[in-house]
T-cell receptor, first 112, second 116 residues
C-alpha cells in the first residue's frame, strides 16, 4: 500500500498549457505539502495545508493553485505553464506540523 | 529566517570507509526540529531521523549515527562502513515554529558516491 501517492509520475507538456498533479495520502495525516525540486536538487516548499486549510503559501506565481478537497488529498493545478516550471514536484504529508514528512515518489514535469 | 548549510556538495568514498556529512543550521527559535532525508538515484525521498531541539542525545541506527550539538548548531550524520547502496543525496532540514511558520527548510544536499 502506497502511503503518499501522486500522479502522474511523468508529465511532458507544451508551454501555455494547464496541467494538474494529484496527490493522495492514506496515512491519516492532518498536514500535506507541495515541494519543488529544481535541476540542482534544491528542495523548496510551495504550499502547506493543515486539515484542508492553507497555512503556508510561499512566494510562488499565482499560476500555481493548490486544492484540498479533503484531508487526504492535495492537488496542484498549474496554469499557463512556462519553461521554468520544469522540475520535480513532490507531495508530502505529516501527522501534524513539525513532525517528519513522508513524500510521494515525485512528478517530473517537463515543459517544452 | 531559516538557514541550513551543507557545505560538502559531493563526497566520494571507497566502500567500507566511513563518511560524515556536516549540517549547520541557523535559527532564532528555542524550539525547533531537525531532520535528515535520503534521496537515492531512484528519486524518492526517504525519512531517516528527526531530532527535537531539547533532545541532544545522539542516535545510532545500524550503520547510521547522528551527532546533534546545539552549542555549534550542528546536526552531523555519519555512515559507518559505507556500502554502494548508500550512494544517494542526503538532505538535512530544519523546521521551526515561531520564526519559520513550521516550514521544512532543506539544505542543498550532500551527494554521496560510494565506489565499490
Amino acid at each position: 500500500d502506497t502511503a503518499v501517492s501522486q500522479t502522474p509520475k511523468y508529465l511532458v507538456t507544451q508551454m501555455g498549457n494547464d496541467k494538474s498533479i494529484k496527490c493522495e495520502q492514506n496515512l491519516g495525516h492532518d498536514t500535506m505539502y507541495w515541494y519543488k525540486q529544481d535541476s540542482k536538487k534544491f528542495l523548496k516548499i510551495m504550499f502547506s495545508y493543515n486539515n484542508k486549510e492553507l497555512i503556508i503559501n510561499e512566494t510562488v506565481p499565482n499560476r500555481f493553485s493548490p486544492k484540498s478537497p479533503d484531508k487526504a488529498h492535495l492537488n496542484l493545478h498549474i496554469n499557463s505553464l512556462e519553461l521554468g516550471d520544469s522540475a520535480v514536484y513532490f507531495c508530502a504529508s505529516s501527522i501534524v506540523l513539525n513532525t517528519e514528512a513522508f513524500f510521494g515518489q515525485g512528478t517530473r514535469l517537463t515543459v517544452v | 529566517a531559516q538557514k541550513v548549510t551543507q557545505a560538502q556538495t559531493e563526497i566520494s568514498v571507497v566502500e567500507k570507509e566511513d563518511v560524515t556529512l556536516d549540517c549547520v543550521y541557523e535559527t532564532r527559535d528555542t524550539t525547533y526540529y531537525l531532520f535528515w532525508y535520503k534521496q537515492p538515484p531512484s528519486g524518492e525521498l526517504v525519512f531517516l531521523i528527526r531530532r527535537n531541539s531539547f533532545d541532544e542525545q545522539n542516535e545510532i541506527s545500524g550503520r547510521y549515527s547522528w551527532n546533534f550539538q546545539k552549542s555549534t548548531s550542528s546536526f552531523n550524520f555519519t555512515i559507518t562502513a559505507s556500502q554502494v547502496v548508500d550512494s544517494a543525496v542526503y538532505f538535512c532540514a530544519l523546521s521551526e515554529g515561531n520564526y519559520g511558520n513550521n516550514r521544512l527548510a532543506f539544505g542543498k544536499g550532500n551527494q554521496v558516491v560510494v565506489i565499490p
